[in-house]
């Protein structure tokens, strides 16, 4: 398959800059694989796509304020973007100036660039480097004071509440990016899908660049995903196959979850309790074989989540859905409105 076979066109200003002031009244286009219909609702009726018994699962990461910005030895600026803890104050890191910046180079952020220093210690295969952090006190201290949240480059707007690029189950900190799916949820809106009867469980994927690196190759099947670390307990594991064994259906809260829960399953089509590191690229053709339903924001064209999301609803139906919603004024990526996918 050609990449630009998942090209679309999306006015800009449908590109949503704020989030609306209240989560889950974004609109919502349920778009059901059945009778391939497509209805508009708002996002709190979701709840009238579950059932009793069935599992909504999220993924509850937490969005570090991963953009770190200083200066190289000469004086020039530089940028650091955390993506992956390695251990021992070793960061996988995408870097600007990366042309300038070499292994053995030293970066320095913070007051007169004294409280943080970053080696580079070696290139990555992806076109980033491997940075040894040398500081004083806690990295947690250190990395809430002279970091700034990673908004995707399409929001040019700053952020007036940080805590709306989170949502609001968040809490293993480690993400260069929200599972913005998950974001139109409220504490009162997870209060009713569990008051139904439905459980909700957690998993952990930490964003990386895996899931917002662009593709740079003409056909699909080129494209090698960059892994990213996650992590399934026993209590979900068990909760998802005791659900799915009693005729239950599995609704994901977002790409990662997906691509989490398709990472543990075992050839009987149960969910094993893992922790790893995950580089599954799902596009069309694949074989889902946990995923029943899908919650998800609208993706760019010629990415890695709109392939996802295409290879469960279909293609066809997929790019439908998305000329209806371009049509009906829908908000578009990380603060835009969601798409349930039966």
Not at 271 to 298: C, E, H, Q
Request: glycine share 8%.
């Amino acid at each position: 398959m050609r990449v630009d076979e998942f090209d679309y066109y999306l006015p800009p200003e449908l590109i949503a800059q704020d989030p609306i002031p209240d989560r889950d009244q974004s609109r919502l286009l349920v778009v059901d694989r059945r009778d391939r219909s497509l209805t508009h609702k708002r996002f709190h009726q979701v709840t009238g796509y579950l059932e009793a018994g069935d599992v909504l699962v999220v993924n509850d990461t937490k969005v570090i304020p991963a953009r770190l910005r200083g200066v190289r030895k000469t004086g020039g600026k530089a940028e650091a973007l955390l993506l992956k803890d390695l251990g021992d104050d070793n960061w996988e890191c995408l870097v600007k100036p990366g042309h300038k910046t070499r292994t053995g180079d030293n970066l320095f952020f913070g007051r007169d660039g004294v409280d943080l220093t970053g080696t580079v210690i070696s290139r990555t295969s992806f076109g980033g480097r491997v940075i040894h952090w040398t500081y004083q006190g806690k990295w947690e201290d250190i990395l809430s004071r002279l970091g700034q949240l990673p908004l995707p480059p399409y929001i040019k707007k700053p952020l007036r509440d940080p805590s709306r690029y989170q949502t609001v189950y968040a809490r293993v900190p480690g993400s260069a990016a929200a599972p913005t799916a998950g974001l139109h949820f409220t504490p009162t809106l997870l209060n009713k899908v569990r008051e139904m009867g439905c459980l909700v469980e957690r998993v952990t994927l930490n964003v990386g660049l895996g899931t917002f690196r662009p593709i740079r190759v003409e056909t699909v099947e080129a494209h090698r995903m960059h892994e990213e670390s996650f992590q399934v307990t026993q209590a979900t594991a068990d909760a998802v196959n005791r659900a799915r064994a009693a005729g239950h259906s599995l609704c994901a809260v977002g790409t990662t979850v997906v691509r989490t829960l398709e990472s543990c399953v075992d050839d009987c089509g149960r969910v094993r309790a893992m922790a790893g590191d995950t580089s599954l690229f799902v596009y069309p053709g694949y074989s889902f074989k946990v995923i029943d339903r899908l919650i998800t924001n609208f993706h760019l064209p010629r990415s890695t989540l709109l392939m996802l999301v295409s290879a469960f609803a279909g293609k066809e139906l997929l790019m439908r859905a998305y000329d209806e919603a371009v049509r009906e004024r829908y908000r578009f990526y990380s603060f835009g409105d969601a798409m349930l996918i039966l």
